[in-house]
């Protein structure tokens, strides 16, 4: 497995490529051949497992970050869901395979690390998964989302005032509006100040504000047609009289 060639491979067991070659037909000599390949496979597949965690971590805040273009947003979706569905297949056949056919099967082990690494790629890479029973993973995600529109609106109510009804073109004339890059870190530092650990990622947060109606949109807070424009969110402003 070392060398590209069988007269290399000979070579560095001092051995003639003949005398290689007849060992290579002996039941024994591929026994321990197709036992070490399966090793170094393992060993790869753990390596791979390592990172696994990391990696998928950036593909689902990829997936979930409005700001990230929709191609490579619709990219990490079919992937993310790719994996899910690949380790559901493979825990549904491992879970149909009788233990003694287990033991018999010398690549059962290396089945097994294969399809635990990927359940815990889908585990890890999914933060609506939670330690307990298992639950079917509609009713499991939906209890995340709620606990996020909660965390936003008491943020919105301690923060910030909301405007009850109005559109984009009315909340601009009104300058019923507050500049995106000022929004998200004075959520984070509410959090922060309140010891909330579980704060929302960006992507979640904004989520989470289209889904209260608000939108982004450029304005001029200086005015004037040579002013710079800057990103805003329309139907929020801050409120400058309320408490830590």
């Not at 149909?96 to 010398?106: E, L, Q």
């Not at 300058?175 to 890059?181: G, K, L």
Request: glycine share 6%; with cysteine; proline share 6%.
């Amino acid at each position: 497995m070392t060398y590209a060639t069988t007269e290399k491979a000979a070579r560095a067991l001092s051995i003639s490529p003949r005398t290689l070659a007849r060992w290579q037909r002996m039941p024994e000599f591929q026994a321990a051949f197709r036992k070490a390949r399966r090793d170094v496979l393992a060993q790869s597949i753990a390596r791979f497992a390592k990172g696994a965690p990391a990696a998928v971590a950036t593909l689902f805040n990829v997936m979930v970050d409005s700001n990230t273009p929709v191609a490579a947003r619709v990219r990490a979706a079919d992937s993310f869901l790719n994996h899910t569905w690949k380790a559901m297949e493979i825990d549904a056949i491992d879970g149909r395979v009788p233990p003694a056919d287990s033991d018999k099967n010398p690549n059962t082990e290396l089945g097994n690390k294969v399809a635990g690494m990927l359940r815990g790629i889908v585990e890890n890479a999914d933060p609506s998964r939670h330690a307990g029973p298992c639950v079917p993973l509609e009713v499991d995600a939906v209890e995340p989302r709620r606990q996020e529109a909660n965390q936003l609106q008491e943020f919105l109510q301690a923060r910030c005032i909301v405007a009850a009804e109005g559109d984009v073109e009315s909340w601009k004339s009104e300058r019923c509006w507050v500049p995106v890059a000022e929004l998200y870190p004075n959520y984070a530092v509410w959090a922060a100040a309140n010891g909330d650990r579980q704060r929302l990622l960006k992507g979640s947060f904004e989520e989470r504000l289209h889904e209260l109606g608000r939108e982004k949109g450029r304005v001029r807070p200086a005015g004037g047609r040579g002013t710079k424009q800057v990103w805003v969110w329309f139907g929020i402003h801050f409120n400058t009289t309320a408490k830590d």
